[in-house]
């Protein structure tokens, strides 16, 4: 994947570059929760994901809507790892939002994916949008990015 020069630019790089993202919840005892989700998102501020209201993570989500997401590509050499730290408050989208969010959520998906509509994500039905907004992000630089000068791998603030 061709880097950008510019760290907003790389934020977005590997948003686009990636169909998995890690959320991470907070369980009642305060234990972190982390769950690989496939995704998709709206101008790097709203991502969109299906799961069950009856999975920890949804739970979690549901007492305790602060998340945070990581989303990173784990296939490339060691030292050339690129990841997005975004933190996010998470909620279900409510039946009344869900033609326009389905609408927006799945206007792109892979073609193995499913684009839900409505009815199936409603009701009676098992599984329930989600939807994350984001309220900050972060992108690894590694200790060997020449922007980098410190050597060591660090996070630096973007604003997407």
């Known amino acids: 994947m061709s880097l950008p020069e510019d760290l907003d630019g790389l934020a977005r790089t590997v948003i686009d570059g990636n169909r998995y993202m890690t959320l991470g919840t907070t369980e009642a005892d305060h234990r972190p929760r982390l769950s690989p989700v496939y995704f ?70 892979d073609p193995d994916a499913v684009a839900f509509q409505p009815r199936q994500l409603s009701g009676n039905a098992d599984l329930r949008l989600y939807r994350a907004d984001a309220t900050g992000w972060e992108v690894h630089l590694p200790g060997r990015d020449p922007r980098n000068t410190t050597g060591i791998d660090t996070r630096r603030r973007v604003t997407l």
Do not use: K
């Not at 969109?48 to 009856?54: A, D, E, K, Q, R």
């Not at 909620?91 to 206007?107: G, I, K, N, Q, Y």
């Open 40 to 109: 998709t998102h709206v101008g790097y501020r709203t991502f969109y994901w299906v799961s069950s209201p009856l999975a920890r993570h949804s739970e979690n989500i549901a007492a305790r809507p602060e998340i945070a997401i990581v989303i990173y590509d784990s296939s490339v050499p060691i030292g050339q790892g690129r990841a997005v730290y975004i933190d996010a408050e998470a909620s279900v989208v409510p039946d009344d939002e869900l033609p326009w969010r389905c609408a927006e959520a799945f206007a792109q998906v």
